[in-house]
Nanobody
Framework: QVQLVESGGGLVQAGGSLRVSCAAS????????MGWFRQAPGKEREFVAG????????YNLDSVKGRFTISRDNAKNTVYLQMHSLKPEDTAVYYC??????????????WGQGTQVTVSS
């Protein structure tokens, strides 16, 4: 059974940094891309960033480019999202997502349970 376990969320002041992690288990993930979505209160879930097995990354939101960095440790089946210069508008539940290589990010095979990131002003 596939499990995605997120960690690293929390409360941080504006301008601060935080790293969230997602450890995947239960199968081989060599054919899967890993990524992060987020959902703020009252808003739809949105795709933040994704990364392939080879380390090719994509960032969907202009608001996070230059501030967020996605990375992946294939030996640990773990994906990270390093967040710098955090803003109150980054406050959301951050979800780990895994999709089969070749699918787009609207087709997610596995979701994590989410981790809360709160940025205070």
């Amino acid at each position: 059974q596939v499990q995605l376990v997120e960690s690293g969320g929390g409360l941080v002041q504006a301008g601060g940094s935080l790293r969230v992690s997602c450890a995947a288990s239960g199968r081989t993930f060599s054919s899967y891309d890993m990524g992060w979505f987020r959902q703020a209160p009252g808003k739809e879930r949105e795709f933040v960033a994704g990364i392939t097995l080879s380390g090719s990354s994509t960032y969907n939101l202009d608001s996070v480019k230059g501030r967020f960095t996605i990375s992946r440790d294939n030996a640990k089946n773990t994906v990270y999202l390093q967040m710098h210069s955090l803003k109150p508008e980054d406050t959301a539940v951050y979800y780990c997502a895994v999709k089969l290589r070749g699918n787009n990010w609207s087709t997610i095979n596995y979701w994590g349970q989410g981790t809360q990131v709160t940025v205070s002003s």
